[in-house]
């Protein structure tokens, strides 16, 4: 109830012009290409329609192009290859050594390689996802939650690549997603090979590291799709996890990954994205809401202190309404600060606000015994 009043409180103070007035009507020539309509007396169409540009629009949603369209939604700002391969050459050796000290540091490695299982009834769990043996069986490592963990890293690790290569260092669209899925993929795949020692192989993680590159580049490649969908995590410290601070244990507490009892990962639909609603009288106000369908796990990880009573497991799942925070900020930023928009746009792209989505339709489920610790 608390969610729900915060929600519809956000939205109305969002602007009330947007209530009060139709959103400006799009003419649609024979190619679907949406464009301005025309001021002043009617004249013939083609003399008076004028393509919006994405470099025109803050609104990806306006770019120019047939769902499946490759296409760059904009120029490159810049010419700095040289500066933008170190960049991310950077990044990724900032996320490298973090994965040492958070996931290895402090883990005995086991006596021989371990791999996990596809087929049969491993501890990682088996392709068929939802019954008991599956991923998302409730008994399995984190319920779940660290499978889309896994394809929200590679998605984002693999769209970041992609704006840093093209948008600063001006390769061209087609390239720099090509490279930054596979410098993803090949990261995390050193990832698996490396809890092989320490864990075990997971061909579950496997799977789903490949489902995040392939999101990503799909959405970096095709405009209209990223009009549509996000994929994003909802994250607040949760209470197992602010309390390992306590215990001083430094090792554990880097592993902010790991704190699947304080995330929740949302497939969000923009509402702005489908041309009916957005052309609407209150066309404006879908930029600022977003369908979701929401999957979580609590009480698997962080794992209770030794010696304490364990924590309730359970996995949730709902579809709801959430906050469009890219949307907000894109608005309240318009003509204000570029570089402010740039910032909030793209960490709202894989980032919801906390507490910001509101269950409608919701499932929760426990195991029916002890579940999996597994790691990392």
Not at 299 to 320: C, T, V
Not at 347 to 361: K, R, T
């Amino acid at each position: 109830m608390r969610r729900s009043l915060v929600l519809l409180a956000l939205i109305a103070a969002l602007p009330t012009v947007a209530a009060a007035q139709p959103a400006p009507a799009l003419q649609v020539g024979a190619d679907d290409t949406p464009a301005a309509a025309p001021a002043g007396p009617p004249a013939p169409i083609a003399a008076t329609v004028t393509t919006l540009t994405a470099a025109e629009s803050p609104w990806l949603d306006l770019a120019p192009t047939r769902a499946l369209a490759l296409s760059a939604r904009q120029e490159p700002e810049g010419d700095h290859k040289l500066a933008s391969a170190l960049t991310l050459g950077g990044l990724y050796a900032g996320f490298t050594t973090w994965t040492y000290f958070a996931w290895y540091r402090k883990h005995k490695p086991l006596e021989q390689f371990r791999f996990g299982c596809f087929f049969c009834n491993g501890n990682d769990g088996n392709y068929e996802l939802w019954n008991g043996n599956g991923w998302f069986g409730a008994r399995r490592y984190a319920g779940g939650a660290d499978k889309l963990g896994h394809a929200w890293a590679t998605m984002g690790l693999t769209r970041a690549g992609v704006e840093i290569l093209n948008q600063w260092g001006g390769f061209d669209r087609t390239t720099s997603t090509l490279v930054s899925g596979a410098l993803a993929e090949v990261l995390f795949f050193g990832v698996e090979i490396k809890d092989g020692f320490y864990y075990e192989f997971s061909f579950g993680d496997l799977t789903f590291n490949s489902l995040g590159v392939a999101l990503g580049m799909a959405m970096s490649a095709w405009p209209r799709f990223d009009d549509l969908i996000d994929f994003r995590v909802e994250y607040w410290p949760s209470d197992a996890y602010r309390a390992q601070f306590t215990e001083g244990n430094t090792g554990k507490n880097l592993n902010i990954a790991e704190d699947y009892s304080g995330e929740t990962y949302l497939l969000a639909l923009h509402l702005g994205g489908i041309p009916r609603l957005r052309n609407s009288r209150f066309g404006t106000l879908t930029r600022f809401v977003d369908v979701v369908a929401g999957f979580g796990s609590r009480g698997y990880k962080p794992e209770p202190p030794r010696g304490a009573e364990p924590y309730n497991e359970s996995q949730h799942m709902y579809l709801g309404l959430s906050l469009n925070a890219q949307g907000i900020f894109d608005y309240l930023l318009e003509g204000r600060s570029k570089a402010g928009k740039k910032i909030t746009h793209g960490l709202f792209e894989v980032m919801n606000l906390p507490f910001g989505s509101v269950p409608l339709i919701k499932h929760t489920q426990s195991p029916s015994g002890p579940a999996d610790g597994g790691g990392a």
